[in-house]
């Protein structure tokens, strides 16, 4: 079996962003495969503290605290409780705070977590501390609630059909692995030109609902925003519109301008902080041409940085 590895995202571009500093303390909210985390660590002299829900991604953080003693920090759990965690180690206060989205390569690559229609596995999905996997949803939810989960986390247009075929399906055998489930949906939906696989958009969305991402991200962003110093980045990469979605208005929000309206209007906004932000990047920063070479899944990230003003 090949070892699984993950190759970070606009990782130089963000860390140049948190602007580092010895002496500074610093949340990686989504510690993944640790490359943000090195690199911000090797880049001064300064404590950080990281979070994943992910207990394999908990596991590989156990090195670091070897590595760079007295200056990193894992805990295990959700961003939307990033205060109590932090509280928890002790840290009330951030002079910069990085997410980077989604699910790592250590996740979508392993067959055994059952997030990817390209190789069998269970119909898992779970990152980690979710209340369901993805065949609970797909064998015990209403026809209605798996058609929602599908258009508005998958913008899948067949989402009715697809519903409907599953749950008649599921009458006679309960859906267990990933192939057949896509198989499904790939009888139901039929390739276009992007020469994207039909079963794309509603993995996707299957993998939001399991996980419950974007109220996730909403609660973090409002915390995290909190916690900042005067001086302080809140930088956030991001993988798709539904995400960036939030980001954007998040933002939008907190540094006093007005966003549009969106469908998924995170209830965390209402307790964003009164204290006010500027933004750094005035609109969304992406891969260059050689990243997204290099590394395919670079393409659709998107980086949005605000700043804690003085005041
Ligand atoms: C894209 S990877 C991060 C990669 C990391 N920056 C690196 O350099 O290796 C995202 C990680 O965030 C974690 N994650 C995603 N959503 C989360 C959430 N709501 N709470 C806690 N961890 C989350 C995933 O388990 C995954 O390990």
Redesign the pocket.
Known sequence: MTELS?I??L?GE?VDMLRVRDGGMYL????????????ILDSAACRLIA????P??VARARDFAVAYPARFEICE?????VSALLESHGVTALDGA??????????IDDPARGFSFRQNGPLNMQ???SKRDAAQIINFCSESEIADILYEYGDEKASRKIAKTIVERRRTQKFETTSDLAGVIRSIVRPDKSGIDPATRSFQALRIAV???LS??AA?LAQAAALLNAGGRLVV?S?HSLEDRIVKRFFADACGRLAGASRHDPAGFARAPAARFTLVTKSAVGPSDAEMRANPRARSAKMRVMERLAT
């Open positions: 993950h970070p995202v990782r963000a990686d909210g989504t510690f993944g495969g640790g490359g943000y985390a090195r690199t979070i994943d829900r992910d394999a991604a759990g959700r961003i939307s409780e990085v997410f980077d989205l989604g699910v790592s390569s250590y996740q990152m980690g501390g996980n419950e991402e996730d991200i973090a990469v993988f």
